[in-house]
């Protein structure tokens, strides 16, 4: 396979994850594992495969933003960045779908941080970091019921 086919093949894979998380029910338990774990997990393996085979032969490195550049200049370490950043992205997105539904969020909050995570990463994981508290606070304040515990 090419590294155009591996690059068009790891992002379809990804967006078909983030699909499920953004619009498809989290009812069934099973559907949720291919965002969070299973695509992630074929997504690692992939990228495994590209640094055992394509990292150590180019020039470049992490110790400098010119070494950096430099080693994304090869296509092979190139598509390695590409499909780490679609794994992670893609698993952090699992993990905020995750806590979400279990301190109540709704789907339409959700949503918005879902989409930037998929497009920006880390600033879609600090609006999560940051909602998560006040969602919480704002649920232990809500007013009781009948029964005596929270609605």
């Given at each position: 396979m090419s590294f155009e086919q591996l690059f068009s093949s790891a992002s379809t894979l990804a967006m078909f994850g983030w699909v499920i998380?953004?619009?498809?029910?989290?009812?069934?338990?099973?559907?949720?594992?291919?965002?969070?774990?299973?695509?992630?997990?074929?997504?690692?393996v992939l990228y495994s495969f590209l640094i055992a085979r394509y990292f150590f032969a180019a020039e470049g490195g992490f110790d400098t933003l010119a070494n950096v550049q430099q080693l994304f200049t090869y296509?092979?370490?190139?598509?390695?960045?590409?499909?780490?950043?679609?794994?992670?992205?893609?698993?952090?997105?699992?993990?905020?779908?995750?806590?979400?539904?279990?301190?109540?969020l709704s789907r339409l909050i959700q949503a918005p941080i879902l989409l930037l995570t998929f497009m920006f990463g880390p600033f879609g994981y600090l609006l999560f970091t940051i909602i998560k508290p006040a969602m919480l606070r704002f649920k232990s304040k809500e007013i009781p019921s009948e029964e005596g515990g929270q609605l």
């Open positions: 998380l953004v619009f498809l029910p989290r009812r069934w338990k099973w559907l949720n594992r291919i965002p969070a774990l299973f695509i992630p997990v074929i997504l690692s296509p092979g370490a190139a598509l390695a960045g590409w499909v780490h950043y679609l794994a992670f992205d893609l698993f952090i997105g699992g993990l905020i779908a995750k806590q979400a539904d279990e301190i109540g």
